[in-house]
């Protein structure tokens, strides 16, 4: 069994309170396919000490490293010492005597995207939000030590401040578990909580960075990722103020009306669907995700992540009128559907996928998105571009968040945890 993350190691809290609520999402388990013992430990992680991996009938095995079943040929080419997909990762040696770049460390950037600056990611900082102000950008971060926001200052020159802007859940709320998850509208702050009761009530944060006094909470029960768009909050979960019932789907929080309103925005198209990711492009097309359980396997843990894309022409309206629509053609495209998803963030005219397991990071792709001239409400999916590689777990993605067209990458190795911004050439 396998838990991802969304940029805050504060999740696997999150998951326990969520239970089968956001069991999709955060559980992703072995995959049923592999080709050989690298494409194991790239999607599973390191082995036991002591152990190695066999692709055997398409599956998976740990293996003593002694047996006799792995056979010399096997590894012809792959040294023992440097094998990236099963040793480095786990030979704390071989990590530490491998090359780094300061800036993405051990990950290796693909054709078409550029590396600008990398600055240093504050202590307990998860999830990060950027902020356009003029031509700069501030960061807002979300602090897990504490669950409590903080001002990061104008990028690059990002530094936490040593007084939280605010706690997240207040004092009253005891047994709340934060949701992990930053967003912004450019002006206020989103964020949330939830609590492990029958119904999963909990609340969303919003926090006015122009007008604090104008902060305020609205119950939004089992809030799991939320992403903005021209006037409205995009939340995923069980239920928001001003809607009657639960059910697991996409709600829409207006903010240009006061006091902000709330509506069931769109359904999932499968029953018992879980949580999923939430993200916008910069020309605000909307990905909405959610989660389902993998039928081609016996393991109730083993789910697959979907994610669907929705032109402004489609969403605008609904919010508008409080109706909602179902996340199936032609109101949606399904532009991904695997096991393997850990994080997702808009990038430029299109979304950055965090693919892998909840230690390993595989690779972040991209898929453009383009909104059709013709008929405003279509949207065309690119294909799936590698951003970011890597051939070992010594270097792993932590978090992501769009800064304009550009996208933050959060990585963690040796050499610490970075902030790098990455940018289309």
Known sequence: MKMGTMGSG?????????GTLSLGLLVTGCEEECVDQTDCANKQGAPAEGKRYECVDNRCVQR?????????????????????????????????????????????????????????????????????????FKLYGFNG??????????????????????????????????????????????????????????????YDTVTPAETSYVSAAGNFSAAAVPGAFLINGVGIEGVAGSDTAIYALRTDTKPFQGSKLATFPVSGAFSGYSAVTSDNVAVLGY???????SDPWDSIN???????????????????????????????????????AGFGKGVALHRGTFTATQEVSRIELTVGGITPSTVTAGDLTPVLTTSNTCTNVVTMAPMGEDLLVGVKDKNGRRLVRLQQR
């Open 145 to 206: 030590a504490d669950d409590s926001l903080y001002a990061l200052g104008t990028w690059p020159a990002i530094a936490s401040s040593t007084t939280p802007l605010q706690a997240v859940i207040p004092e009253t709320e005891m047994g709340a578990f934060p949701s992990g998850y930053l967003t912004n509208d450019g002006t206020r702050l989103l964020t949330g909580y939830t609590k492990g009761e029958a119904g999963f009530p909990g609340k969303v944060l919003v």
């Open 10 to 18: 504060r999740f696997g809290r999150f998951v326990v309170v969520l």
């Open 306 to 344: 979907y994610l669907t894309a929705v032109a402004p022409a489609v969403y605008s309206p609904a919010i508008s009128g409080g109706t909602a629509f179902a996340l199936t053609n032609p109101n949606a495209i399904e532009i991904y559907a695997k096991s393997d998803l850990q994080g997702v």
């Open 291 to 297: 989660a389902a359980s993998d039928t081609s396997t």
């Open 64 to 136: 003593d490293i002694s047996d006799a079943g792995t056979d010399a040929g096997t590894d012809a080419g792959t040294d023992a010492g440097t094998d990236a997909g099963t040793d480095a990762g786990t030979d704390a040696g071989t990590c530490a005597d491998l090359v780094h770049d300061a800036k993405l460390g051990t990950l290796q950037l693909q054709a078409g995207f550029a590396i600008a600056e990398s600055v240093t990611l504050p202590d307990g900082i998860g999830a990060v939000t950027a902020v356009k102000n003029g031509s700069d």
